[in-house]
């Protein structure tokens, strides 16, 4: 479950370091005093609010001069040699080939293949992007980084994308009357948002454009996962439902409503036949896409469930880690329901 961390996200504002990409200086970024909640930005474009019809909402699109100079990137620091630069995650010497990385229920012969390679893990960043604005809250999902290369980060009301190869910094849509709560790439082109106010948007990251809007919850969407075979967007709120949507008719075509509290952890299995969800309920639930309102299979943690992740070398393991009050990951076999270690 290696994971490779290359982009370091500095939350700290007024602070000019080296080689630092700022998000710093947007003259149209106002808040109000108060809690988060209602620290709602004021600006004069963006999508339209809670209460405003889906043909109202404005976008922006913009890399306008000002938001490059407020996008700045310092320099001072020499780079590295290029023998501790992180390969580049597109490259073909980085991409995984088929004996590397077997897609196969899980035996003996993947397993010690899997282990038997040994990768060098990045400790250090080799970018640091300052991003005040961003949202100190476990169950929301901001940040997304897509297999396009391009990452999506939420600063209060606006959405961000910033393409890794380029360096170019793009203001991608700005709400009204509300914040952003969670961001996802559903593919190269199409980016979905949740908000807090229940809404969610489908938006064009080419042409910063509305595909849809989606008004399936009635409280703030904090998790998305996307599910490419069945083209099928998965969400979680804190009204305690998962949907499952089908972003081109924009319908439900599936709920769960086992839990009872906010859900704040989705993610589809590399298959696309298993959805996991956690909630702050305590509750990790399994449930088959094909299937009914009941979950294969369910257990309960000593913490709200968040974080999952399956195993792209095994099949139907599946690793999760519980809040403060639980302190541990666990790694469950779906296709026997068993836990296998924490």
């Not at 479950?1 to 700290?12: E, S």
């Not at 282990?115 to 005040?132: E, F, H, N, Y």
């Not at 290369?149 to 606006?158: E, I, S």
Request: aromatic share 6%; net charge negative; glycine share 8%.
């Amino acid at each position: 479950f290696g994971v490779w961390a290359g982009i370091v996200l500095d939350t700290r504002p007024g602070e000019n370091n080296d080689s630092v990409f700022s998000f710093t200086g947007n003259p149209n970024i106002t808040t109000s005093p108060g809690p988060v909640g209602n620290n709602t930005p004021q600006s004069s474009q963006g999508l339209s609010s809670c209460s405003s019809s889906p043909s109202e909402a404005e976008h922006n699109c913009t890399t306008s001069p000002a938001l490059e100079d407020s996008l700045s990137l310092m320099t001072g620091t020499p780079p590295r040699p290029s023998s501790s630069t992180p390969k580049h995650i597109n490259s073909p010497s980085y991409l995984p080939r088929r004996l590397d990385y077997p897609v196969s229920p899980a035996r003996s012969p993947s397993t010690e293949l899997a282990k038997g390679r040994q990768r060098k893990i990045v400790t250090t960043p080799c970018r640091i992007l300052d991003a005040p604005g961003l949202v100190d809250d476990f169950y929301l999902d901001l940040l997304d980084f897509g297999a396009n290369n391009h990452l999506l980060v939420a600063l209060l009301d606006k959405v961000y994308l910033w393409n890794a190869e380029t360096f170019q910094i793009t203001l991608l849509t700005t709400l009204q009357d509300s914040y952003v709560s969670s961001v996802k790439w559903m593919d190269s082109n199409v980016v979905a948002v949740g908000t807090a106010c229940g809404q969610m948007f489908l938006l064009d990251a080419h042409q910063c454009r509305l595909l849809h809007t989606l008004e399936h919850h009635t409280d703030r969407v904090g998790c998305l996962s996307w599910n490419s075979s069945l083209h099928s967007l998965a969400s979680g709120s804190r009204d305690s439902h998962v949907k499952l949507m089908d972003p081109r008719s924009g319908l439900v075509t599936q709920e769960y409503t086992h839990h009872t509290e906010e859900v704040c952890g989705l993610r589809w299995s590399p298959e696309g036949n298993c959805l996991s969800s956690g909630g702050n309920d305590n509750q990790l639930c399994i449930w088959s896409a094909a299937q009914s309102q009941r979950p294969l299979m369910q257990t309960r943690l000593n913490a709200a469930v968040k974080a999952m992740a399956w195993s792209p070398h095994q099949h139907g393991i599946l690793a999760c880690g519980g809040g403060a009050a639980d302190r541990r990951i666990h790694f469950y076999n779906i296709v026997s329901g068993s836990p296998l270690s924490n």
